[in-house]
Structure formats: structure tokens, C-alpha cells
């Protein structure tokens, strides 16, 4: 099972919630120069919090992944414009939230495979289709703990890449994919007032 945590972060008081996340997280939010992006920032890990109540330090992998060292429950985080999101799952999880860029068909070219730059340029909306397909892609290199080490461009975006299961979903416009590794079975969906 999965629990997907989203919050509108927009209106989230920085300086009220900066003391309940941890050291590292903290720094990070102040190193952020916007307000939103450290809004984002910061309600990543107030969802984690929530998602997991009482939880031990986490760390950072070389290549970003966090990590609880006990090693469950598993947890990724993303945030995007006025949205912050925490999965959380009892197997290897990641998780990407996007809203969609204008003029995004140049990166598939670039990003993507052949087949996949191919369908973005076949859309209705390509813009839409460039983000359906990044968000899968971003949750699968955040599932396998490889980031950006794994070229976007060396897998194509599905419901099943090798031994992974994405699945994707739309609210008020962003895209939100979600990966594991093996299926995910229920996904429960929680929007949070933080």
C-alpha cells in the first residue's frame, strides 16, 4: 500500500513551522531564496511527519535519496509550485509532483527517448504529455535511488519499467506520478491542511 500526502503549501507561516523539521531540512529551506520555494520545501517534511509520526532522523544517499536507516517505511518527497507531497510504502518508493511548462516539446528531444519525443510531438498537447511522461520518469530514477546518474533518456516512461510499477494522477492541473518497486497495490490519497 501506498499513502500519497499533498498540501497546498501557499499560505504556509515559515518562521511559525521552520522548528518541526529536522537540522538538515531547515538548512536547506534557508539556503532556498524565494518564499515559495522554501514553502515547498519545508512542507515536504511537515508531511512527512504526518505520514510517519514519531520517525527517526533520515538520511541522504549520495545521489539524494532520503532514507530512514532502519530502512522502512520507505518515503519520498517532491514539491512543485503551491504543492508539497510525502509518499510513503512498505517497498522502494518514489514520487514526483509537476505542473506543465510551456514549450517543453524541445526537452523531449533532448530528455527522452525516440518513441517518447515522438508521442510528445503526436499530442493534442504536447506540453501535457511531456510532463505525464517526466513526472514517471522523475518517480522512477527517485524509486531506484540512482537520480539524475540514471539518464532520463536510457528507459521509456510506463506502467512497468523492469521490475518498478508507476502510476500516474492529475489535481488542479499538476501531474503526480508515483513508482515502486514491485506493485504498489492501494494507493490512499490524503490532502493535508498544513
Given at each position: ?30 539556503r ?88 510528445v ?26 537520480g ?31 513508482c ?14 498544513l
Open positions: 500500500m501506498v499513502k500519497l500526502y499533498i498540501a497546498d503549501v501557499s499560505s504556509l507561516d515559515i518562521e511559525k513551522r521552520l522548528g518541526e523539521v529536522s537540522t538538515h531540512r531547515r538548512e536547506k529551506v534557508l532556498a531564496q524565494k518564499p515559495d520555494a522554501r514553502r515547498r520545501l519545508l512542507g515536504a517534511e511537515l508531511l512527512l511527519n504526518i505520514a510517519v509520526p514519531n520517525h527517526p532522523p533520515y538520511r541522504i544517499s549520495g545521489r539524494g535519496k532520503p532514507y530512514f536507516e532502519c530502512g522502512s517505511p520507505c518515503f519520498s518527497l517532491s514539491h512543485s509550485g503551491k504543492y508539497a507531497l510525502c509518499a510513503v510504502s512498505d517497498k522502494e518508493i518514489g514520487a514526483d509532483i509537476e505542473a506543465p511548462r510551456e514549450n517543453s516539446a524541445a526537452l523531449a528531444e533532448r530528455f527522452f527517448t525516440e518513441k517518447e519525443s515522438a508521442a510531438r503526436r499530442a493534442n498537447d504536447p506540453d501535457e504529455e511531456f510532463c505525464r511522461l517526466w513526472v514517471l520518469k522523475e518517480s522512477y530514477i527517485k524509486a531506484t535511488g540512482e539524475l546518474a540514471c539518464p532520463l533518456n536510457s528507459f521509456e516512461a510506463g506502467d512497468k519499467i523492469g521490475e518498478y510499477r508507476t502510476w500516474h494522477t492529475e489535481l488542479d492541473g499538476y501531474h503526480i506520478a508515483v515502486t518497486k514491485g506493485d504498489a497495490g492501494e494507493i490512499e490519497i490524503h490532502t493535508v491542511t
